[in-house]
């Protein structure tokens, strides 16, 4: 099996290199793709050097069988038919195409079946944030129809990329030494901060980070929910949390929901806040899972229950979730 992973010198680039290094996937070669800033580069894979290639017009595709892509939607937008057009398929980490009818959207713990239709070659991975948030709820609608959600998300630097985990490090340095911070990722400074504003605002005043969330969770999950979302970027690394409201179509016990996350794929309880046992972003980077606590009666309503929940963004909330996507489709499930 040939790969190409394009975006390799990226957060979630790097992140490919180490997961499919850990798994036990059948790959014969493995390309490299980049712009003129890393391309000539190399990087270690099953004790080789690969050099990183500058992604052009050209018939590098030729013969690859899976193309991991994430290198911002402009790219994927202008590379897909270069990327696709020998055979390739191409599992996409932005936003590009994720509400084209004709590109599945998936999650492989709540649709694997949907990659199974992509006649354009091309298999969307949600947004970070849905990811988590999806795998969560899948495990609630399975009790009752989720009617409606409201999240407040708490997103780590590291969404915004490589560089802008770097500026947030830099800000703590430059403030420690009485220097001014240098502010290019994000809108203002993060570093003590906290920021309600991910990707553009939309006309109805909800960012464009907020409106995947309600339109990209009815896509996974075939759903009428509506999503009401606040994104806020807070000063921490790596791994979001979301603070997750929802109704049902018929009251669900905090114990009948314990039971179902307990249980559901994908999913790592952590709930017992008399022991101090919640999720938490710090301890948990690097990990796979979606983890969730915090379960409760929500008190404003008898059918919401509210919870707290954990991911690593850059493992299940991009690379991770496209290898799995990957491997359903080898698995053929
Ligand atoms: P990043 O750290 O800034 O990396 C961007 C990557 O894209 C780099 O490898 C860069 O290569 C490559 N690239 C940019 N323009 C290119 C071009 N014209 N041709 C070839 N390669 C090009 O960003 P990231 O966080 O990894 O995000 C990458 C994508 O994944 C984005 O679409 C993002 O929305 C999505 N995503 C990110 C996260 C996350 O948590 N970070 C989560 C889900 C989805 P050079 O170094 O050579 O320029």
Redesign the pocket.
Known sequence: MKIAI?????????EFLRILESRALPIDELLL???????GRTYRFRGEEIA?R??QHNDDFRGVDFALV???????R??AETITRHGATMID???AFRMDDDVPLVVPEVNAEDAKHAPWRIIA?P??TTIQLVVALHALEKLSHITRVHVATYQ?A???????MDELVGQYADLAAGREPTVEKFAFQLAYNLIPHIDIFTDNDYSKEEMKMHLETRKIMHSDVRVSATCVRVPVLRAHSESVWVETERPVSAAEAREAFSRAEGVVLMDDPAAKVYPMPLPLTGTDPVYVGRIRQDLTSENGLTFWCVSD??RK??ALNAVQILESLLAGR
């Not at 394009?6 to 790097?14: C, I, K, L, R, T």
């Not at 590291?158 to 802008?164: D, V």
Request: glycine share 20%; aromatic share 4%; proline share 0%.
């Open positions: 394009v975006g390799a010198s990226g957060a979630v680039g790097q793709f980049g712009s003129e800033r890393s391309a990183v500058l992604l994430s290198a911002g939607a402009g790219t994927s202008e590379f980490n932005s936003s991975n947004n970070c780590s590291s969404g915004a990329g490589a560089a802008a963004q850059i909330g991009a």
